[in-house]
């Protein structure tokens, strides 16, 4: 399967503030990704669908204008979040499909907004 | 919601004893995977499950998947302290390329 590298693995940052997160393919050209959103003891929740060179796809409930998703070439997407709050804290973590119906993850990003 | 359901939500067993986690959906898929996640870390993939298979082992893993009922089934056996974890199903679903996750079983194994 593919290999999937996100960064940073935490960050902290203070409110009103932006903070953007990377989602490299390492090894695959990942014409999709994705990005979930895990708050504390619970599921993950997918957030959108990044692809590649045209604009991406929201959930219902996600504000396209504070998570900002650009996926400019086949190997990286970066999700920022924009005016970051403190219910904006969670854990975001990325995911390539690959070919046939295997997914990779990536480590995954706890932002933690004070 | 299509989102998988799973149960138990938490299980408490000691080393040695089996662990059984179900997992329930509501429409048709493409595949069930299972996922683990240590606390606060990422996904690891365990097993995928196609629509058309009904049993598959790795290791200590066995999944079985039962269409008719809509549910799945991850069984670990001989369960060791390290497999404390929370364990995912995720399905595929057919015509959409995006995973929807269940709510997940958190298992503590007790040495």
């Known amino acids: 399967g593919a290999v999937v590298s996100q960064h940073p693995s935490w960050v902290i940052c203070k409110s009103g503030t932006s903070v953007k997160i990377e989602c490299r393919s390492l090894?695959?050209?990942?014409?999709?990704m994705f990005w979930y959103r895990q708050f504390p003891k619970q599921s993950l929740m997918l957030m959108a669908t990044s692809n590649e060179g045209s604009k991406a796809t929201y959930e219902q409930g996600v504000e396209k204008d504070k998570f900002l998703i650009n996926h400019a070439s086949l190997t990286l997407s970066t999700l920022t979040v924009t005016s970051a709050h403190p219910e904006d804290s969670s854990f975001y973590i990325c995911?390539?499909?690959?070919?046939?119906?295997?997914?990779?993850f990536g480590s995954g990003t706890r932002l933690t907004v004070v | 919601s299509q989102q998988g359901e799973e149960d138990p939500q938490a299980l408490s067993i000691q080393e040695g004893e089996n662990a059984t986690m179900n997992c329930s959906y509501k429409t048709s898929i493409n595949n069930l995977q299972w996922y683990r996640q240590n606390s606060g870390r990422g996904l690891v993939h365990l097993i995928l499950?196609?629509?058309?298979?009904r049993e598959k082992h790795s290791g200590r893993l066995r999944v079985t998947l039962d269409t008719s009922k809509k549910s799945s089934s991850l069984l670990i056996t001989a369960s060791r302290a390290a497999d404390t974890a929370s364990y995912f199903c995720?399905?595929?679903?057919?015509?959409?390329?995006?995973?929807?996750f269940g709510k997940g079983t958190m298992l503590l194994v007790s040495p």
């Open positions: 499950i196609r629509s058309n298979e």
């Open positions: 995911t390539v499909k690959g070919q046939g119906d295997g997914y990779t």
């Open positions: 090894d695959f050209q990942a014409t999709t």
């Open positions: 995720a399905v595929g679903w057919r015509g959409y390329s995006t995973l929807t």
